[in-house]
């Protein structure tokens, strides 16, 4: 609007003097000359400080569109951080509360666990006091095994030693058997029996083969068989000799002199027969005489058959066991000590 005056009263000055050249002095001309030079040059440098501001002004204006465009995205990001920051301090509160609540089963969490420390470290010990009372007892145990072992080797040994001694003693009393049965086969039958029990030799002798009825005095049959018997153990010095008299259960009618009784025809038997055995060679340390009267029968006395069973005498060999006591009593002072 501005530009448009200035430019309008150019104009009607320059019209104003063309029309009145006559009338206006030359100096005016002169000075309407140079104010329109002045005017024009006013007009070039209004014109070229309107392009100047036009220029500015485009360039304001372009400054405020990317000023308004930042100033836009600054406000977006400012709700974009604002709703991030928001979510942040959410998420660090959330997470001060996990790390206190963390922080208090920790604690408590640390004392469980130093509680459970000190009942480990207690059982530990414990248990390590056991172990060195396990491996002291251990080591006591190994040597008590090494001493069973030992005494074990030596029982072994005396158990071999004894199996041995029962072996010979075995053989003796089947020898001695075997001896006396071949001695006595002339007379073997219902009135004379060789056996073995319990490790002895029975030679049972009836009383139809040794003496009449109700006497103590052996018939020359009986003599004889007798005679045979102390031959065989005259070559026995280590068998010791038993003579058993035994009766039935019928008692004296009319008892006499020295018998009153079955224990003294037992006896007296016994002792016959004993003197008979030491008068064929049988040493009398040997011989041991006893009378066992009607007390242990063979049978029941209900028939004269059975009575006449349980009249005999026995004669009980048995083999010395000096060497078999002498292991049995060495076990035993073993087994003492």
């Known amino acids: 609007m501005k530009k448009q005056s200035i430019l309008f009263m150019a104009t009607a000055a320059l019209t104003a003097a063309t029309v009145l050249p006559g009338c206006v002095a030359s100096k005016k001309y002169d000075d309407l000359r140079a104010r329109q030079t002045a005017t024009e040059q006013g007009k070039a440098e209004a014109e070229r400080q309107q392009r100047l501001a036009v220029t500015e002004l485009k360039k304001a204006t372009d400054e405020l569109t990317e000023l308004r465009l930042n100033n836009k995205r600054l406000m977006a990001d400012s709700t974009q951080n604002g709703n991030a920051l928001r979510r942040t301090r959410t998420l660090y509160t959330q997470l001060t509360d996990s790390y206190d609540k963390l922080l208090k089963n920790s604690d408590r969490a640390m004392a469980d666990k130093s509680a459970d420390y000190n009942k480990v470290a207690k059982d530990l010990a414990r248990r ?33 030693e004894l199996t041995q001694a029962l072996a010979d003693k075995d053989k003796a009393v089947n020898d001695l058997r075997n001896s006396v049965s071949n001695a006595l086969r002339g007379f073997q039958g219902t009135d004379l029996q060789v056996k073995m ?4 030799v029975y030679v049972s002798l009836s009383e139809q083969l040794l ?28 068998v010791n000799v038993v003579v058993e008299g035994h009766t039935d259960n ?5 008892p006499a ?4 009784d079955n224990w003294d025809l037992s006896v007296l038997r016994a002792t016959e027969i004993a003197r008979l055995l030491t008068a064929g060679g049988v040493q009398p340390q040997r011989v041991t005489a006893s009378g066992r009267s009607q007390y242990v029968p063979v049978a029941q006395n209900d028939s004269p058959q059975n009575k006449a069973l349980n009249r005999r005498t026995e004669i009980i060999l048995t083999p010395k066991l000096d060497e078999l006591l002498k292991i049995l009593d060495s076990n035993s002072t073993t087994g003492g000590k």
């Open 128 to 160: 390590e006091a056991e172990l060195g009372e396990l491996d002291a007892s251990l080591k006591k145990n190994r040597t008590e095994i090494d001493k069973l072992n030992a005494d074990l080797k030596t029982r072994e040994a005396k158990l071999a």
């Open 197 to 200: 029990k319990d490790g002895k």
């Open 211 to 238: 003496f009449k009825s109700g006497s103590t005095k052996v018939d020359p049959k009986g003599q004889q068989a007798l005679q045979q018997l102390a031959t065989v153990l005259k070559t026995q010095p280590d």
């Open 250 to 254: 019928v008692a004296f009618s009319r």
């Open 257 to 260: 002199g020295a018998m009153q």
